[in-house]
């Protein structure tokens, strides 16, 4: 085993033990992870939609310039119908 793999077991084994002796230990690790999981939703969110990212800049331009092609496409195709 190297060393990381044994490191992993020995937190998992303290942990076994501890759910084991007391089965509050099981309703804070329980809470603790739902607020984990939470902070880490909010953390995602604040930078998928934060308006000084780049990335989100990146995708409304993406955005905007596929809908400029799409409204030049129908306005081309109306001139043309209209000057028939």
């Known amino acids: 085993m ?46 998928r939609y934060n308006p000084d990212s780049p990335w989100l800049r990146l995708r409304v331009d993406r955005n905007a310039n596929e809908n400029t092609k799409k409204l030049r496409k129908e306005y081309e195709i109306t001139e043309k119908s209209n000057d028939l």
């Open 2 to 47: 190297n060393v990381v793999a044994l490191t992993w077991f020995l937190i998992a084994s303290c942990v076994t033990y501890a759910v084991a002796v007391d089965e509050n230990v099981l309703t804070w690790l329980a809470l603790q992870t739902k607020v984990v999981t939470i902070w880490l939703r909010r953390k995602w969110f604040s930078i």
